[in-house]
T-cell receptor, first 112, second 115 residues
C-alpha cells in the first residue's frame, strides 16, 4: 500500500565510496524530490525532478547527483561519499494538482 | 529568499489541552502554501494541514486548525484536545511556485503530550 518506498533503509558506507539511494513511487506524480534531514536544519532539498529524464538542482546539490529513469523511480547518487553526508535522506513525490508531498520512510546513511 | 522559522524547539501539553505551535516565514511570492507535517518517532512524515495564501479563511482538518496572519507572515497550528499520540516533531513548511513546488522547512517543534 505504501506509495513512496525507499531502499535501502539503512546504509553504512566508507569515505570515498559510491552510494546509490533509490526511491519508487506509485502515486503517478510528476515531481519527485530528495531531501536530507540533519539536527537543527529541518529538511533541505538536494535534487528534484519534473518527470522521467529530468533532474534539477535543489538548495544543497553539491556532492550529489540524481537520476530519474522513469516516472516511478528517482535515485540519489553520492559518487564519492564523505562523512559530512551522514544524514537521513527522504524521498517525496508530488504534483501541481495535489497540495501535499508524500514522503517515503527515509534512509539513514552513515559514512565512516 | 525563502526562510521558515519555528522559535519553539520544544513544547509540552497535558492530555485534553489545546496546543498552539508557532511558525513565521519569509517569501516574496504572492501565491504560496504553508504546510504542517508531523514527524513520528519512527521518522515517518505525516501531512496534517495546509493553508493557501490566497484563502483568507483559516483551514481546519479534524482536531487541527491554523491561525493564518498573512500580513505578519505568521501561521500557528492549533491542536485541540491533545492526546499522547500527538507527541512528535511538528514541521512548518513553505511551498512556492518555484523549484517544482519544493518545500522549505522550519527546524521543527518537538511536542510531548503527557497522559
Amino acid at each position: 500500500e505504501a506509495a513512496v518506498t525507499q531502499s535501502p533503509r539503512n546504509k553504512v558506507a566508507v569515505t570515498g565510496g559510491k552510494v546509490t539511494l533509490s526511491c519508487n513511487q506509485t502515486n503517478n506524480h510528476n515531481n519527485m524530490y530528495w531531501y536530507r534531514q540533519d539536527t537543527g536544519h529541518g529538511l533541505r532539498l538536494i535534487h528534484y525532478s519534473y518527470g522521467a529524464g529530468s533532474t534539477e538542482k535543489g538548495d544543497i546539490p553539491d556532492g550529489y547527483k540524481a537520476s530519474r529513469p522513469s516516472q516511478e523511480n528517482f535515485s540519489l547518487i553520492l559518487e564519492l561519499a564523505t562523512p559530512s553526508q551522514t544524514s537521513v535522506y527522504f524521498c517525496a513525490s508530488g504534483d501541481a494538482n495535489y497540495a501535499e508531498q508524500f514522503f517515503g520512510p527515509g534512509t539513514r546513511l552513515t559514512v565512516l | 529568499a525563502q526562510r521558515v522559522t519555528q522559535v519553539q524547539p520544544t513544547g509540552s501539553s497535558q492530555w485534553g489541552e489545546e496546543v498552539t505551535l508557532d511558525c513565521s516565514y519569509e517569501t516574496s511570492e504572492y501565491f504560496y502554501r504553508i504546510f504542517w507535517y508531523r514527524q513520528l518517532f519512527s521518522g515517518e512524515m505525516v501531512f496534517l494541514i495546509y493553508q493557501p495564501s490566497f484563502d483568507t479563511q483559516n483551514q481546519r482538518s479534524g482536531r487541527y486548525s491554523v491561525v493564518f496572519q498573512k500580513s505578519f507572515k505568521s501561521i500557528s497550528l492549533v491542536i485541540s484536545a491533545s492526546q499522547p499520540e500527538d507527541s512528535g516533531t511538528y514541521f512548518c513548511a513553505l511551498s512556492e511556485l518555484i523549484m517544482g513546488y519544493k518545500l522549505t522547512f522550519g527546524t521543527g517543534t518537538s511536542l510531548l503530550v503527557d497522559p
